[in-house]
Nanobody, 119 residues
Framework: QVQLVESGGGLVQPGGSLTLSCAASGSTLDIYTMSWYRQAPGTQRDLLAFVVSGGGTHYADSVKGRFTISGLDATNTVHLQMTSLKPEDTAVYYC?????????????WGHGTQVTVSS
């Protein structure tokens, strides 16, 4: 079972910055895409950004220019740099990974990390 562990969430003031990390662990991982989503109370889970194994990235309009997703590093970790944070960025942030390991295809989610933007 591929496990994803997010870290880096917390409380930040409007206009501030925060970097989230997501580490994937498992045997013989071949990750195709890693993505960041967020979900605020009473809303659906929205895609923010993803990176593919070749390094290409995609961003939702709501975060374009403010958030940057890194490529996968040698430890199968991806980062999400968030700048110019707004109160409406407050949500639980989730990491997702799609790929293949020794058991076959996988589509895994982390448990989420809370980001609160407030003065």
């Amino acid at each position: 079972q591929v496990q994803l562990v997010e870290s880096g969430g917390g409380l930040v003031q409007p206009g501030g910055s925060l970097t989230l990390s997501c580490a994937a662990s498992g045997s013989t991982l071949d990750i195709y895409t890693m993505s960041w989503y967020r979900q605020a109370p009473g809303t659906q889970r929205d895609l923010l950004a993803f990176v593919v194994s070749g390094g290409g990235t995609h961003y939702a309009d709501s975060v374009k220019g403010r958030f940057t997703i890194s490529g996968l590093d040698a430890t199968n970790t991806v980062h999400l740099q968030m700048t110019s944070l707004k109160p409406e960025d407050t949500a639980v942030y989730y990491c997702n990974a799609v790929g293949r390991d020794i058991r076959g295809n996988f589509n895994s989610w982390g448990h989420g990390t809370q980001v609160t933007v407030s003065s």
